[in-house]
């Protein structure tokens, strides 16, 4: 009977000191990871530039659109005013 009990609380114990070894082995693997290779961080750079440079354009693009339908919504608001005027009985 002793022994079984030794058995089991020997076998309790490996168990342990196995999962103790792999969370141990997990937080040396990632310590020693190798870096991010220069390479990898620079086309990582030229893409986020190239991103921003798309966005850059994209902002322009709305902004002179947006310039140029607020000149036409003015005029079209000059010509009614105009019309509106022109209607008017004297």
Excluded: W
Aim: charged residues 20%.
């Amino acid at each position: 009977m002793i022994a079984a009990v030794c058995a089991v609380g020997a076998l309790v114990a490996a168990g342990l000191a196995l999962k103790n070894s792999r969370e141990q082995a997990r937080k040396l693997d990632v310590m020693c990871a190798p870096p991010t290779s220069e390479q990898t961080l620079r086309d990582q750079l030229q893409h986020a530039q190239y991103a921003l440079a798309q966005e850059v354009a994209t902002r322009e693009a709305l902004e002179a659109r947006t310039a140029g339908n607020a000149a036409q919504i003015e005029q079209l608001q000059t010509d009614l005013a105009f019309y509106k005027k022109q209607q008017k009985p004297n």
